[in-house]
């Protein structure tokens, strides 16, 4: 389930890179010539979008599906939360152990559940009222369906150092499903 978060909103939106030299980008899936991207060009490279892409995570991309990650060996693509590769970061495997700690310790551990075995699983879901919020932050929430990732990036670059105009509610919603 950390996974799917992390997925749907990383903790770095995104970041910049300059090409050292011409890179050629293969289109997959369509009949769009390749993409030249010559050297010395600065690139943003959006997690944030990349998380919510249909070609690579179906008609669901835009939801939160606890269960996405729950299969091992499955064809789910590795999220870019922590990087990848030879720049991934050292810390990923305490930070996801201390985030797991936080979520079982705020909604608890029902009686009944489950490891990943399917028979049971627990729905989790967090509701707000938007509170003024603009789209691309709804968007990014799950709050408000079909945001494209224009407004994510319009809106979203900023949050950190915003406040909403009026309070914001939300509540953390959990129960078993068999």
């Known amino acids: 389930m950390i996974r799917e978060v992390e997925r749907l909103s990383p903790p770095i939106v995104g970041i910049m890179r300059r090409t050292t030299d011409d890179i050629i980008l293969e289109n997959r899936g369509d009949a769009a010539p390749p993409t030249l991207i010559p050297e010395a060009w ?6 944030a979008g990349a998380g919510r892409d249909p070609a690579a ?32 970061c050292l810390g990923e495997d305490l930070i996801r152990t201390v985030v797991m700690t936080v979520v079982e310790t705020c909604l608890g551990k029902p009686q009944g ?22 789209v691309g932050v709804q968007g990014w929430l799950g709050w408000q369906a ?15 150092t915003q406040r909403p105009r009026k309070r914001i509610l939300v509540q953390v919603k959990h129960q078993l499903v068999s």
């Open 42 to 47: 600065d690139l943003w490279l959006y997690f």
């Open 113 to 134: 559940t489950k490891a990943n075995d399917g028979s049971e699983n627990m729905v989790v879901r967090l509701e707000g009222d938007g509170g003024g919020l603009p």
């Open 146 to 160: 079909g945001v494209k990732p224009e407004d994510w990036a319009r809106d979203i670059k900023q949050l950190p």
């Open 57 to 88: 995570f179906g008609e669901t991309a835009e939801q939160f599906v606890p269960t996405r990650y729950f299969n091992a060996g499955s064809s789910v693509p590795e999220g870019l939360a922590f990087g990848s590769g030879a720049k991934v």
